[in-house]
């Protein structure tokens, strides 16, 4: 018998990094970020460097939600191909989002060498690979547009990239802005600096009842401790979307899994990101120690709850469409683990203010980059605070 962990390979290696008392007295404040993944961690950055009164609650311990879960590829690529962005927000709009994903990967970047955060950040170039005749014809067409718009491209075609990268493919757009990193320690570190400098954070903390439409926000917790505020800031991924009326993201499982540590792969792999344009997509890439991390197997969310057998099953196929995409690779499971996640009908995110709530903000980083739309955020909500427009938030904005 095998025994197998059902957490994610991020949260074991790491355990729990830092711990915080929960709220146990009324509290005034003047911004409350709800939510600590990494889109609270950014945006609570933000607000501190910019001199506001910060209080984090979460109601798991931090970094337990999606953030845990994830696999950490920073893309500048949507989910949503550029030509199709294009179509439906208009060609300069779609390319002024993609151009977002690369500063926000450079933003990231910043960060963590400013304040020295060791989560292993790590440039790479990003490889999108064609997995048949058919999609690579839109590839090119995709390939056209990102150089139109001087997003750093170039085409491969099927022979280099096996000989390259041994992957089986019809062609391939190869990226040169991208990166990985782990978004868990992130998360926590960037929290750990941020309480140093008087950011205030309570974990294990239930919200009875959001009261957003007094002059000052109320905030009721379950243990009848009350918190006052001038703005909340709702960064409480994919639950969220239980909140709100308006239908924002479809919601449903994905699943992951890394390979023992040193796997035999060519060089380039450990330097780039890897997709494929099926539909749902297998990504890869590799770990700091040496493993090849692959995700995708996007299942329906119509069980409540993970089921072992299904992860089980999810990770079987990931491994056979690796085995096809790179033949000869010796492949062993050490770890896998699934989440939910949720996509919106452009795989833009929403950032800013809903109608349904007032004296609030929302940072809803959701799509396969929600990371680098985290990063937009720190950007955004520091503007929208001021009463001042955005115009990522304009792409980002609610019932659009
Ligand atoms: C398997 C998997 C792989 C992924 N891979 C990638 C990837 O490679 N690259 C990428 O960019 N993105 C990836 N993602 C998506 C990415 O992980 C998410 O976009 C990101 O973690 C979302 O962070 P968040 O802070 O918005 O949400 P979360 O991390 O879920 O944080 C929200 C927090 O809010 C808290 N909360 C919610 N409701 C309340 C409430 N009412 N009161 C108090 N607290 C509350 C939760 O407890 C939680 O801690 C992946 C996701 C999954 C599941």
Redesign the pocket.
Known sequence: MRLRTFESFGLIKNGLLYSYPSVQENIETEIVV???????ALTAHALMEKGYRVTM????DIG????S??????QYEIDIPLYQLAEMIGEKSAAKCYQAGITAIKDLDALVRKHRIDCGFKNKESLYFAHSKKACKNLQKEFELRKKYKLGVEWLSAKEVLNTYNIVCFGAILSASAASMD?YKLTHELIHLNVKRGLEVYDQ?E?LEFKTNNTKPLILLKNDSKITCKKIIF?????TTKMLKEHIAKLFY?Y?CVSEEKIKLPKKIFDTLMWDTNDPYIYMRTTDDGRLLI?GEDSSMNFSFFQNHIKEKKTTALIKKIQHIMPGIQYIEDFSW????GSTKDGLPYIGKSSEWKNALF?L?FG?????F?AQAMDIIPQLLKGKKHELAGFYRFGR
């Open positions: 709800v939510g600590g993944g990494i889109s609270g609650i979460d109601k798991r337990q939600g999606s953030t879960a994830s696999t950490s590829l920073l978004v903390t919200v960064c409480t991924g994919f639950e994905t992951a995700g699934g989440g939910s996640f940072v980083a396969g980059n929600g990371i680098t985290s």
